[in-house]
């Protein structure tokens, strides 16, 4: 993931592949020791609230799925006023700048 401006405010960039449906999991300081994840495996980004960074999220990934090819745009967020927004994820050119 890589920082954008302002330090709480981050985003990544990935294509979703031929099954039409990606999972990921957003790690601190590239560390699998510091993993950011949703409370329940399988939750869409902007549905669950984030828990982490730590090691308690094997097996718990958010789930996108879009057609196959799209570019999407994940975004962490970690001012969001509601918890549930701080991971979120959109094709790209369709997601709210922050300010």
């Not at 950011?36 to 996108?64: F, I």
Request: negative net charge; contains cysteine.
């Amino acid at each position: 993931v890589s920082g954008d401006g302002a330090p709480r405010y981050w985003r990544a960039l990935f294509t979703v592949g031929f099954a039409g449906r990606e999972e990921f999991q957003l790690l601190a300081n590239q560390s699998w020791h510091l993993r950011l994840y949703p409370g329940s495996h399988g939750a869409a980004p902007g549905t669950a609230v984030v828990l982490g960074p730590d090691r308690k999220g094997k097996g718990k990934n958010w789930e996108v799925m879009a057609p196959p090819g799209t570019e999407m745009e994940v975004k962490l967020d970690l001012e969001a006023e509601d918890p549930r927004d701080r991971v979120t994820c959109a094709p790209v050119g369709d997601l709210i700048e922050i300010a």
